[in-house]
């Protein structure tokens, strides 16, 4: 209050100044224009009469000097009269008086104003400060507020126990010698449950971590009998136990429809899926990646995708591409890459092969434009020389997926398999074989409907060489 009643004070000091000042400059400039309203003070005066006229008296007339020469210059009116005498203007100066005028009443103007525009930048500058000191004192006595609550709430805890602790001394001390036995068998007891229940506990675990082990011997036990067969079983008793996982699911691929899927896999033509959205492409090329990475020993080189970490980094992180592809620039220098490498490598003969996916394609062709075109034509003639896996995912088979013109190097040089979904969302295990099969006689296979097995999702395929083998009898 103290600093407001001060600030009070300091505009009412400001503002009388201010006022004298003010009145001062209003009353001088008035008081100085003032004889600018008088012409006398201003002009020469003229004294005249009529020609015809004794010029004496009321006959004599007074005029403005500069009129008067005006008018002369009519013949006329200069004939008429005589001119008596001039006078000259009481002060030569008075001009003076109203500019001095002005600059007062501007002065007055100029200092009331910059008064004003002050006492508002204090006035706001003051509820400013006046709304910080009291936010500032809100949150001191919240604080305190907080700060005392606190306090009181410890003090009562401490209470209670202390009246909970005496309460219990007083209570023992009541009790008889009868009564105190029977607590300390009571105690005895408790901690004797006690320590049963936890041995009880561990007892289970030891159970649960025996059945686990059980179980794993019952797996590798199948998988000794799948593994092995009539002419084989003194061979697969020394394979180790990756091999003997690669070779159970391989058999398990070559026995389900006559090997076909085994045939795409194992096929190191270009394997393209298409389907609508929901059908599981992404899904089951990942499978078929894991299964060419572990059975094939084919490392994922390369994964090119627009959304590699987004919305398909669950199922991509399983592949643990070498490098990824993502952005527009990146997934053109990825096409670019691909085509210089497989030149590179047909020429260097490698041993061990490789896998590259792409997905998503549709958008990719007309996203990179000639960069993708140029990369599909030299898929479908140098991926195999230069022994690399490429898996393709794009919507249909259509020009709108592929470059104009590849239709039949398509048929030849490629394998085409759709999948389908139930209802736009849940993934059927049906696909159909458009074309790149061939049977047993070389005759090309077209539109051969087939069904994936039910183990075939990229989870169980990654678990099965990571202590989770799959049971295919089930």
């Not at 019952?218 to 690669?246: I, V, Y």
């Not at 899927?261 to 298409?274: E, G, M, T, V």
């Not at 069904?451 to 989770?468: A, D």
């Amino acid at each position: 209050m103290q600093e407001i009643e001060q600030f009070n004070e300091n505009l009412r000091r400001e503002r009388k100044a201010s006022t004298l000042l003010v009145g001062a400059l209003l009353v001088g400039g008035l008081a100085t224009t003032v004889p600018l309203f008088t012409d006398s003070i201003k002009h020469s005066k003229v004294l005249f009469c009529r020609v015809n006229s004794d010029c004496r008296g009321s006959s004599v007339r007074r005029g403005i000097a500069y009129i008067i020469d005006n008018e002369r210059r009519n013949q006329l009116f200069d004939i008429n009269i005589r001119v008596l005498r001039v006078l000259p203007p009481e002060d030569s100066t008075a001009y003076l008086f109203g500019i001095g005028g002005s600059i007062a009443l501007l002065a007055a103007y100029a200092a009331s104003k910059s008064l004003t525009d002050k006492q508002e930048k204090a006035i706001h500058s003051q509820f400013a400060l006046l709304k910080i000191k009291a936010l500032e004192n809100d949150i001191l006595t919240q604080n305190h507020l907080d700060l005392t609550a606190f306090s009181k709430a410890q003090q009562s805890e401490i209470t209670k126990q202390a009246i909970a602790r005496q309460t219990a001394e007083i209570i023992e001390a009541m009790k008889s010698p009868g009564e105190q036995q029977l607590d300390h068998l009571n105690g005895t007891l408790h901690g004797e449950l006690s320590l049963k229940n936890h041995e009880l506990q561990i007892s289970e675990m030891d159970k649960v971590i025996a059945d686990n082990k059980l179980q794993v011997a019952e797996t590798n036990k199948k998988l000794s009998k799948l593994s092995s067969t009539p002419q084989d079983e003194h061979s697969s008793s020394t394979q180790s136990p990756s091999e003997q996982l690669k070779d159970t699911l391989i058999n398990a691929l070559k026995n389900h429809e006559d090997g076909y899927l085994w045939k795409i896999i194992n096929s190191l033509k270009p394997l393209w899926l298409i389907g609508n959205q929901g059908s599981g492409k992404t899904y089951t090329a990942t499978a078929i990646a894991l299964i060419r990475k572990y059975c094939l020993d084919a490392p994922i080189h390369q994964l090119i995708d627009r959304h590699a970490t987004g919305d398909n980094a669950d199922v991509w992180q399983l592949l643990e591409a070498t490098s990824k592809a993502e952005s527009e620039d990146e997934i053109s220098t990825a096409f670019d890459d691909c085509c210089d490498r497989w030149l590179q490598r047909i020429k260097e003969k490698p041993s061990k092969k490789q896998q590259v996916i792409v997905d998503e394609f549709t958008n990719l062709k007309s996203l990179c434009g000639d960069t993708a075109i140029a990369f599909f034509k030299m898929s479908l003639t140098d991926t195999r020389k230069a022994k690399e896996y490429l898996l393709g995912i794009t919507h249909n088979a259509t020009n709108e997926s592929f470059p104009d013109g590849t239709a039949a190097a398509r048929k030849s040089g490629t394998i085409l398999l759709e999948k389908f979904s139930a209802n736009g969302e849940t993934p059927l295990s049906r696909v159909v074989v458009r074309y790149g099969l061939v049977d047993e006689n070389g005759n090309n296979l077209e539109d051969e409907e087939r069904t994936l097995p039910n183990w075939m999702h990229p989870e169980r395929v990654y678990q099965h060489f990571n202590g989770k083998p799959i049971n295919f009898e089930d």
